[in-house]
């Protein structure tokens, strides 16, 4: 006969005494509160004494699995059942009962039966209950202290999307906790949007500031490199740059007058916000320019091609990551795009011919040549700008450990990911041994790679990774680098 009451003093005991302190939420508490949960949910299901020492069983030894480790604990608890239960005159038919039950109650619950709908509910009862922000503040801090949230946004976003995706199983739970739980659920929608606005109106300060200093580092460069040296850049910039030195037409009204009609396409090209951010950058770029006064800081040109294409690419560069343009060119390739067969790429580069060709004849070959070493400086400074910190790339990674790596990529580097299945193996001399594997694929920025290789061969050193540059992404949780 199975002897719960001795399991039971022995497995609080361990509770009680090894718990890590940092598990706010899956204290030796939570254990008793679910221990409860299953009683009240048991007797309103009606199940026999035999089943109930067995869910009482499972519920016990649940969140046991804490003792050896976050990752996989619901394993653990099973390893921790098999190797002690049998002492307590358990058979080894009920052991896997028991853990069944404890694997079922694994995010996502998948539950396929009684005994296993009743313990996932009593594990998430709190979900529709009126004490649920104190369980929810309890979980939010222990996942913090674990390092696997960081601010109270993410987790406002990760627990609307699990409430959303949550379903109770046995009719008890249905019958008495749906309603609340929908309550819950709204009013964590209100508090995510509330946060959500605050969210972004730092963000839109931080974009109004990122466009100031953008647009007041590009008119330097303007004012104080290209101009003064007759020097000119591609694009928009580059055509006012030209008739500037050719008519003397005032440059602050040129450049606005010319990206004029750009920012009009683009407003229905790209969308309303990027035209808008894009109208206030050019004008403030001409107030600059109106006002701050040409100096002649050298006249050594290959100073006046490098650094002054840099400085105008660090300017560029920061407007484009507040979700703005300095330089309407590639709104207009976009737009002529959709009427030719040329790629943006073709159509900037032919556009770019004609400015440098046209100084080239007015102005002569070696100006023409330096101002090309100055767009390609530009080029280069943008591009380091908008993608250099946050460059990213896709990375592969095939290990026996999968499970223990998917774990510690979602939850501590707090990427998304994508998993193949796979076989590995098929090594020479070996070629007929494999085995099944998950091969998972992640997004990270270029700064995340040695972290996530640490990350990576502290759970297998012997894991295959590999790397590749990616030139763009859109949507999952990658954060987007310009905002239109």
């Known amino acids: 006969m199975m002897q719960y009451d001795e399991l039971y003093g022995f497995v609080i005991s361990e509770l009680e005494n090894k718990l890590a302190p940092n598990l706010t939420y899956h204290d030796i508490n939570h254990t008793k509160l679910v221990l409860e949960n299953v009683i009240y949910i048991g007797e309103k299901e009606e199940i026999s004494e035999s089943e109930f020492t067995l869910l009482k069983t499972a519920a016990l030894l649940h969140d046991v699995g804490f003792l050896k480790g976050y990752l996989n604990h619901e394993a653990l608890g099973c390893n921790f059942a098999r190797k002690n239960l049998p ?32 313990l996932c509910d009593a594990d998430l009862f709190y979900l529709g209950g009126n004490d649920y922000e104190f369980y929810a503040e309890q979980l939010f801090q222990e996942l913090k202290e674990n390092g696997i949230l960081k601010t109270q946004e993410e987790w406002y976003k990760r627990q609307l999307e699990f409430l959303n995706s949550h379903h109770f199983f046995t009719h008890t739970a249905i019958e008495e906790r749906d309603a609340i739980k929908r309550t819950n659920t709204l009013n964590l929608k209100n508090k995510n949007q509330h946060l959500s606005k605050k969210s972004n109106h730092y963000a839109n300060f931080k974009d109004f500031l990122t466009v100031i200093l953008g647009v007041v580092i590009a008119a330097f460069a303007l004012k104080s490199f290209l101009v003064p040296n007759h020097f000119f850049d591609g694009g928009v910039t580059g055509i006012s740059l030209l008739v500037h030195e050719l008519y003397h037409v ?39 320019l109106w ?67 046209i100084a080239a004849l007015q102005f002569g070959i070696e100006t023409s040549l330096y101002s090309v070493l100055t767009y390609f400086a530009a080029t280069k400074t943008i591009d380091y700008v908008v993608e250099g910190i946050q460059a990213f790339t896709g990375v592969t990674i095939i290990s026996a450990k999968s499970e223990e790596i998917k774990h510690q990529l979602v939850n501590k580097l707090g990427r998304g990911i994508t998993v193949y299945k796979g076989e590995r193996g098929f090594l020479p001399g070996k070629f007929d041994v494999s085995t099944d594997c998950d091969i998972i694929y992640t997004v990270i920025t270029r700064l995340e790679m040695r972290r996530l290789k640490n990350l990576i061969y502290a759970i297998d050193p012997e894991a295959f990774v590999f790397a590749n540059t990616i030139k763009e992404t859109s949507g999952g949780i990658v954060k987007s680098r310009i905002t239109h």
């Open 87 to 118: 002492d307590f005159n358990y058979r080894t038919r009920e052991i896997e009962i028991v853990c069944e039950m404890i694997m079922a109650t694994k995010i996502p619950q998948i539950p396929k039966n009684k005994l296993s709908k009743i």
């Open 250 to 288: 005032n440059l602050a009204l040129i450049i606005v007058l010319f990206n004029m009609p750009l920012i009009i396409i683009s407003y229905f090209t790209v969308g309303k916000k990027f035209a808008v951010k894009t109208f206030l950058s050019v004008v403030f770029l001409g107030i600059c």
């Open 291 to 357: 006002l701050i006064p040409s100096f002649d800081i050298t006249n050594d040109k290959l100073i006046v091609a490098v650094f002054g294409g840099a400085f105008l690419g660090i300017g560029v560069g920061l407007v484009m990551r507040a979700g703005a343009a300095l330089d309407g060119i590639e709104v207009l390739a976009l737009y002529t795009l959709k009427r030719t067969s040329f790629t943006i790429t073709e159509i900037i580069l032919g556009i770019n011919i004609i400015i440098f060709g």
